[in-house]
């Protein structure tokens, strides 16, 4: 499966992205890595130029919601239908619940998302959750 990662917005958490890329090669996953201070276009256009069944975006700094609000707009542009959307790290600035953050990312588009969750766990439920969909 490709999939298509890189770190939101402004920040520029370098190692964090390069271990989700390795990690997902070691899974088998075709990785296509922006790498940092990606903006939502940049991904949208990078999964409908691959084509890719995942876009898993990452970031670390809290500050993913301002830059992923828009993602359910984006999605209607293109048919992005079979494409699965993730997010994860850390998704909010300052202490902040999951139950209140998951939510409000599953409304923006995500059908994954993982707040403050180590990174082989999260990948461990995205696995499942593509074994789940067929």
């Not at 999939?3 to 958490?13: A, F, K, L, R, Y």
């Not at 992923?68 to 993730?86: A, G």
């Not at 990174?119 to 499942?128: H, I």
Request: charged residues 25%; proline residues 1%; aromatic residues 10%.
């Amino acid at each position: 499966m490709k999939v298509v990662t890189g770190v939101v917005g402004n920040d520029i958490h370098v190692v964090a992205n390069r271990l989700i890329d390795i990690s997902l090669q070691n899974r088998g996953f075709e990785v296509f890595n922006l790498g940092v201070n990606t903006y939502l276009e940049e991904f949208i256009d990078a999964v409908v130029e691959t084509n890719a069944d995942i876009l898993l975006i990452s970031s670390l700094n809290g500050e993913a919601e301002g830059w992923c609000r828009d993602l359910s707009f984006m999605k209607q542009k293109y048919d992005l239908s079979k494409v699965i959307f993730v997010i994860g790290g850390n998704l909010s600035v300052g202490e902040s619940d999951e139950k209140d953050i998951v939510p409000k990312y599953e409304e923006y588009g995500f059908n994954l998302v993982f707040h403050q969750i180590d990174l082989q766990d999260g990948l461990d439920r995205l696995e499942e959750y593509l074994e789940e969909q067929k």
